[in-house]
């Protein structure tokens, strides 16, 4: 992975020490920028010092704004954890009431209905979500603010609402559907007929049943949206105005911020596999016939 | 049923929040990017600039009514009295002018403003380990400051070794001796990047000083959340500052706070955006006071006339035109070895594109066609002059046939490099794409983020390219140099023309005062590089900023980056439009 980041950057990325020497860069201003930079020695060498920055956990200071990277990294997460987490949460608990209330049904018209729904949430595009959503209910209703931020924990919910309902509704689509198929698959399974046979309530199976063998394989698809609560979304972040990860990953990429790309991209494929680690345990739990060796 | 439960949770939640209570007169303005530091040594752009310009002050700054531009001074007591060779600039400083205060300065009180902080922050632009951004202001210019910043890299010399041509004769006179007369040094000072700042404030914060800005200015930092906000309150040490009595003919309208003591707002809030919408809705629903006007949104805002339509004239919107000084053009890159051998055919690709279509269909209309570098309302344009390049594709072919390119035959397919990713630059490029194949001539584009179209432009990878050059400072002279040989790439002549007639007549400029004399020789250079046709020029870009008729004094200007001091609000306009829009 490290050599990927750093092969990308080093390739198709921009040249800092341009970037540094601003407009009126001289050869000579470039060189030296170069040499303080250390992009001035081999591929080989500056892999290794990416390597030695891993290790160490320490990403110095950005090229763009002389913070800490890991001070900037810290201020950014607060705003991006306090947008995607809750929306995270939520979103997931409202796609497996709607996945079981429409499994629950007896009606088919609703159990046809819903992957419907979710194609068509499906096939909107998240920029046009935002967009008729900023406009109709922050502007046009006037019931949310239409962007800003505030770092207290008082004040800053106001603008995270309406990004809330977006990011939910997004998410309803792949999600309601994933865990439909998911579930559906399960009621096929004889246990299930038997348990219906004995006079068990499609709730009851569901809820208690169901549900609870099918939790491997949702774990598995939860698991993989984890790292992208910390990235971010970078399309809500900048269209809301939230100081988060996502507007600090673009801004470190339009200003060839090596340190701050190469801290978020090593943060985040640590959470991938801790999260993915925490989840095979998890397997142990949520079925006692896996055996972690 | 469930959503909208939520929803209405949600809301009422929103209506419940607490609102912040009256803060004296407010003014909510905006930025379209966000900055990286508040330190002035790096402002280079128009954003950091303008924040900086709140906090920070230099010794001249640009008067805020007259037109065109003219220098008066900010923290000089008066204009500089120059030597008879030009050389020697000596500066009195205004007395009883404080820092602001701050932790930093005994008993966290701010302290005078001193000569020898001037040089102090001179010193920290030209040191080597700060990579200022602004370094080229002053890089070649001052008497031992380049000798000074090489002895620092070689630890040689510290802040304290004196650098010859900076002097602070006492404590409110400075003397700075160039290396050579410059017409349009006061220029320099008068920019951003050359405001002072205390040595007790950079020793205190260190690499963490441009997060904690404090300068003589009106308006104190008081909160700064990145990517989101930055908050300005007034400075209360702020030294005597009056708002302009006098101003030009279109400015007559501004003067009704004449006399009155700066700032005129208690606090400001500059509101940072990525993104158009919000910018939009933002100034439409009355939270900001004024705005940008979106490409898309122009149609909606301004009739064909490009005035205000009625209904929103009755809201109080307004407009204010603002001619920018600047210029697009389509560059070649003069090392390529097609494009920079052939000067037919560069100047049948000059007649080959339709610069009035391009006015119209990217630009709204709004601007005017450029025929040289230099923009309107600065040093050296001449409104009467037009270019040899109409849109002429007879001519254009007749040229490439003359080149050896019969209908293009013979020629590789060019690279165009684009300067950004956005839909726009795709559109542009793909027009300039349909235009020259008309004679024969194949481009293929080429999207580049921005720092990879600066590594191609300053490592002259690009072979044809876009771009906009924007004045650091109100002279022609700004934009001409984009064509000395001296600043080829990585400077910013990144077509790569070299001529030595053209070096010459420019080195002749730099000796001559600006003037009729100076004026003839630009005039001779633009027509130099119109027969040469390293770039082609496309447009100086006119912007509409609508404002609410309740921000009064509103007069931004490019190169003005001080203005949030004028501003302030007429509540009772505010409370009476603000209904209209909701």
């Known amino acids: 992975m490290s050599l990927i980041v750093f092969l990308i950057f080093h390739v198709v990325g921009g040249d800092p020490a341009y970037q540094l020497a601003g407009k009126y860069a001289s050869a000579d201003q470039v060189q030296s920028l170069r040499q303080e930079l250390g992009t001035d020695k081999t591929l080989f060498t500056q892999y290794f010092v990416f390597l030695g920055q891993i290790v160490s956990f320490n990403f110095g200071n950005s090229w763009q704004t002389s913070q800490s990277v890991l001070q900037m990294i810290g201020s950014a997460i607060g705003p991006t954890l306090s947008l995607s987490l809750p929306a995270f949460i939520l979103g997931f608990l409202l796609s497996l009431f709607i996945s079981i209330k429409s499994l629950d049904s007896k009606k088919s018209i609703l159990r046809g209905l819903v992957p419907i729904f979710c194609l ?73 007929i038997t348990a219906r046979a004995k006079g068990l309530s499609t709730q009851r199976t569901l809820w208690h049943h169901i549900l609870r063998n099918s939790l491997l394989p949702i774990s598995t698809a939860v698991s993989l949206q984890i790292p992208f609560l910390i990235t971010g979304s970078l399309l809500l972040e900048a269209f809301f105005g939230i100081p988060g990860m996502g507007s600090l990953l673009i801004e470190a990429i339009q200003s060839a911020d090596l340190p701050v790309i190469k801290a978020i991209t090593v943060l985040s494929t640590l959470l991938y596999v801790f999260v993915n680690l925490i989840t095979d345990i998890l397997y142990t739990v949520f079925d006692p016939k896996v055996i972690i060796q | 049923m469930y959503l909208a439960t939520l929803l209405f949770i949600l809301t009422t939640l929103v209506a419940c929040t607490p609102k912040t209570p009256s803060e004296g007169v407010h003014v909510h303005s905006l930025l379209e990017a966000n900055i990286p530091h508040l330190d002035p040594i790096h402002s280079t752009n128009k954003y950091s600039s303008t924040i900086n310009s709140a906090i920070f002050e230099g010794l001249f700054h640009y008067h805020y009514l007259k037109r065109p531009l003219q220098i008066e001074p900010s923290l000089a007591a008066s204009l500089p009295e120059i030597s008879k060779d030009k050389k020697i600039y000596r500066i009195k400083i205004k007395k009883n002018v404080f820092f602001q205060d701050d932790p930093a300065f005994a008993n966290g009180k701010g302290r005078e403003l001193e000569a020898s902080d001037f040089i102090y922050s001179w010193k920290r632009l030209a040191d080597p380990q700060n990579k200022a951004l602004g370094w080229w202001v002053f890089d070649g210019l001052i008497v031992g400051l380049n000798q000074w910043r090489a002895d620092l890299r070689k630890g040689k ?50 690499s963490k000083i441009a997060n904690h800005p404090v300068g003589t200015g009106p308006f104190v930092l008081k909160n700064w959340i990145r990517n989101s906000k930055v908050e300005l309150i007034k400075n209360p040490t702020y030294r005597p500052a009056l708002y302009p009595s006098e101003s030009s003919e279109e400015t007559q309208g501004l003067l009704k706070d004449a006399g009155k003591t700066l700032p005129l707002a208690d606090k400001i809030t500059i509101h940072i955006f990525r993104e158009y919408q919000p910018i939009w809705l933002s100034f439409l629903n009355g939270t900001l006071d004024h705005g940008v006007l979106p490409k898309e949104n122009s149609d909606q805002l301004l009739n064909k006339e490009h005035d205000i339509r009625e209904e929103f004239s009755k809201k109080g919107i307004r407009v204010l035109t603002q001619v920018r000084p600047d210029v697009t053009f389509i560059s070649f890159n003069m090392e390529h070895p097609v494009l920079g051998k052939h000067k037919k055919l560069r100047q049948a690709l000059a007649h080959a594109l339709d610069k009035k279509t391009i006015l119209e269909k990217f630009y709204n209309n709004r601007g005017v066609v450029a025929h040289g570098p230099i923009p309107p309302n600065i040093n050296g344009y001449v409104a009467e002059y037009s270019n040899p390049y109409k849109f002429d594709r007879m001519k254009a072919k007749r040229l490439l046939r003359d080149a050896g390119f019969p209908n293009g035959n013979g020629l590789p397919t060019f ?48 072979a044809i390219f876009d771009m906009a050059w924007m004045a650091d400072y109100p002279d022609g002279e700004n934009f001409l140099q984009l064509y000395y040989s001296q600043n080829v790439s990585p400077g910013p002549n990144s077509a790569n023309f070299i001529n030595r007639s053209y070096d010459s007549l420019y080195q002749q400029s730099l000796l001559l005062p600006p003037g009729h004399k100076r004026n003839k020789l630009f005039s001779k250079m633009v027509e130099f590089i119109n027969d040469a046709v390293p770039s082609i020029f496309l447009v100086h870009r006119v912007v509409k900023l609508p404002y609410h008729a309740w921000l009064e004094n509103y007069n931004e200007s490019p190169l003005i980056y001080d203005y949030h001091k004028y501003l302030t609000i007429d509540q009772g306009k505010k409370n009476e439009f603000l209904k209209k829009l909701k």
Do not use: C
């Open chain 2, 157 to 206: 010399a510290d802040y304290d070794t004196p650098v010859l041509g900076l002097k602070a004769l006492d404590k409110h006179t400075l003397e700075i001796t160039l290396n050579h007369p410059s017409h349009h040094f006061l220029h320099r000072l008068a920019m951003p990047i050359t405001m002072v700042v205390a040595k007790e404030v950079v020793d205190k914060y260190g």
């Open chain 1, 120 to 192: 068509a949430l499906m096939s909107v595009s998240f920029v046009a979500y935002i967009i008729f959503f900023q406009y109709f209910l922050a502007y046009k209703m006037n019931l949310f603010p239409i962007n800003g931020w505030d770092h207290s924990l008082l004040h800053r919910w106001s603008y995270l609402f309406l990004p809330w309902i977006i990011a939910i509704l997004v998410s309803l689509g792949p999600n309601v559907l994933l865990l439909s198929s998911l579930l559906s698959k399960e009621m096929e399974q004889d246990y299930v």
């Open chain 2, 415 to 462: 690279e165009y490099h684009m300067p950004n990713v956005s839909t726009w630059s795709r559109q542009f490029a793909d027009f300039v794409k349909a235009q020259w194949a008309e004679i024969g001539v194949e481009l293929r584009l080429v999207s580049n983020t921005w720092p990879q179209f600066d590594k191609k432009l300053k490592s002259k990878d690009a």
